[in-house]
């Protein structure tokens, strides 16, 4: 069931990529030499890209990217998505 579900996960996402460790000794290694030679991330710009918002008239923001992204998500139907948008 897992499996299917990532599957359907990557049709969807086709630039997604996964990685699949055997521990989380492994997993903090394998980042570490996956970050090498690269600068830490810039908390500003983090802050930026999450700013591209719109703010409706009743002041409620709302992240169109993200309602986009969990729309496509398998299971996710107009009926239950502004219940999982909380």
Known sequence: IILA???VLVLHF???RLIWSPSPRYTSELF????QGREQPDP???QAVAAE???GDSGVVVNHRA???L???PGVTP???PILMG
């Open 79 to 81: 009926k239950n998505a």
């Open 14 to 16: 086709p630039k997604l």
């Open 53 to 55: 918002v719109a703010a």
């Open 44 to 46: 500003a710009a983090a």
């Open 5 to 7: 579900k990532m599957v």
């Open 71 to 73: 729309r496509k998500c």
């Open 32 to 35: 570490r030499v996956l970050k």
């Open 67 to 69: 309602m986009e992204a």
